[in-house]
């Protein structure tokens, strides 16, 4: 009978995790559990009144070999973004920036990657809307405990969810790792009033990145901005009322000449791990005595990629010991 592997977490670590390890073991029994409606995790997309925005992960970069073979079969789901990118700060001139790198959005969203992975060469097995609690049984032989129900057995389970979720549920101890939070703010526009034509990195401010949407390939003309405030600010207000986090965002894109936000239409979304600002330093963890396994950004950086590659090098751990 071929292995059972439940993967907590449909981001790109979870997807990819389950990709590359039935691409080697194509018998082997994976599913994957995902909390939200759909996959992509902080490669996310969301809607609102007609607009799209992405308010989560703004592009991703491809520096190692393995991420760009892996890649290949998805060439249809990202494409390059070449936004002309501006510092801006209150307190100097703006200045262009230059991007020495390939940066890369999903298409038509952000999420579209990640459910190409899903989806190709065939699809995964994902069950979304489902938020593991916990887990019981023994090694070897565990459940995944969902909405009062026990799922399973599983012979292993692996959480890709952020490092403080993964250590609740695998009972690890993870608290050397630090996340900063950001706080989105989606901001319909008129696109003749748009003040940004591409991308802009932001300093000396409470905000830290601002981008209109339609500069992305494969939008539709909707003009739109994503405003990301930085990792301080969002600590500081993390638990600060919504309507106030939302006017000191747009006073201080106002304040950077950023014009025509209107209040009402703003919505504005918290991210309590965004970015990973001390990871753990080790690839990935595993666990063979009581087969579980994290895998994740947090484990080696703060990018896309870094999850990818958390995921990769667990993968190549855990296979000898599927395959025995
Ligand atoms: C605002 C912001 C901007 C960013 N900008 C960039 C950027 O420009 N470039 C870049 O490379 N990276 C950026 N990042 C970071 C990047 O998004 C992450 O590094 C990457 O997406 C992490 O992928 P992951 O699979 O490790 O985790 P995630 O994408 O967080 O996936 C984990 C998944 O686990 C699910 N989950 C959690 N708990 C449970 C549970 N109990 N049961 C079931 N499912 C659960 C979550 O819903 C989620 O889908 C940004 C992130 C944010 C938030």
Not at 130 to 152: A, D, K, M, N, R
Not at 202 to 209: A, M, R, T, V, Y
Not at 292 to 303: L, N, V
Request: include cysteine; hydrophobic fraction near 40%; charge should be negative.
């Amino acid at each position: 009978m071929s292995a059972r592997v439940a993967i907590i977490g449909a981001g790109i670590a979870g997807v990819s995790l389950a990709r590359l390890l039935l691409t080697r073991l194509p018998h082997l029994d994976v599913t994957l559990f995902e909390k939200s409606r759909g996959v992509g995790g902080r490669m996310a997309t969301r809607y609102t009144d007609g607009c799209e925005f992405d308010h989560g992960a703004q592009f991703f970069t491809v520096r190692t070999t393995a991420f760009e073979s892996f890649l290949e079969p998805y060439q249809a789901c990202f494409q390059t973004w070449e936004p002309g990118v501006t510092t801006l700060s209150p307190v100097g001139k703006p200045y262009g920036r230059i991007w020495f790198e390939p940066h890369y959005v999903g298409v038509p969203r952000m999420n579209s990657l990640c459910r190409g992975i899903m989806s190709a060469p065939d699809p995964l097995n994902v069950r979304t809307q489902q938020q593991v609690q916990g887990l019981s049984g023994c090694p070897g032989e565990w459940f995944l405990e969902i909405e009062g129900e026990s799922v399973g057995p599983f012979n292993w389970v692996v959480s890709t969810a952020p490092a403080p979720q993964t250590a609740a549920l695998l009972g690890m101890d993870l608290s050397r790792v630090v996340y900063a939070p950001a706080f989105a703010l989606m901001v319909p526009m008129d696109q003749a009033q748009l003040p940004l034509s591409g991308a802009a990195v932001i300093k000396d401010s409470l905000l830290e990145w601002v981008a209109a949407g339609s500069t992305r390939p494969g939008r539709g003309s909707q003009a739109s901005l994503v405003a990301h405030a930085s990792g301080r600010f969002s600590q500081a207000h993390l638990d600060a009322p919504a309507d106030q986090v939302r006017d000191e965002m747009i006073r201080e894109l106002e304040h950077l000449g950023l014009n025509g936000c209107s209040r009402d239409a703003a919505v504005l979304h918290r991210w309590r791990y965004a970015r990973v600002l001390e990871p753990l330093d080790e690839p990935c963890l595993i666990d063979s005595e009581q087969r579980i396994a994290g895998a994740g950004d947090w484990c080696i950086g703060a990018r896309v990629e870094d999850a990818f590659s958390s995921a990769l090098q667990l993968s190549q751990q855990l296979i000898p010991r599927l395959n025995c």
